[in-house]
């Protein structure tokens, strides 16, 4: 799980790479208020787990340029 936060404007944006008992990745993106239960989720195919990670990488880029900041805990991998 790849996690930024905003923390002036109390938001968050996470990124997970899943793959399916087929073999299948799929990047989901959740996003919304700390502390709220308001949000958005939005589940998209990727055609590999390097493309997913690609994509995952173009997001913390966009995020970091945003004014996100990267949360490093115990579940995540290397944030983006």
Do not use: P
């Given at each position: 799980?790849?996690?930024?936060?905003h923390e002036?404007k109390?938001r968050?944006y996470?990124?997970?790479?899943?793959?399916?008992?087929?073999g299948?990745?799929?990047?989901?993106?959740?996003w919304g208020?700390l502390?709220?239960h308001?949000?958005?989720?939005?589940?998209?195919?990727?055609?590999?787990?390097a493309d997913?990670?690609a994509q995952v990488q173009?997001i913390?880029?966009?995020?970091?340029?945003?004014?996100y900041?990267p949360?490093?805990d115990?579940?995540s991998e290397?944030?983006?």
């Open positions: 799980m790849y996690r930024w936060i002036t109390n968050y996470q990124a997970h790479l899943l793959q399916d008992l087929f299948e990745w799929t990047l989901v993106r959740v208020g502390g709220s308001q949000g958005a989720v939005r589940t998209t195919g990727v055609s590999s787990y997913g990670l173009a913390g880029k966009r995020r970091r340029q945003h004014g900041l949360v490093v115990a579940y290397e944030n983006g």
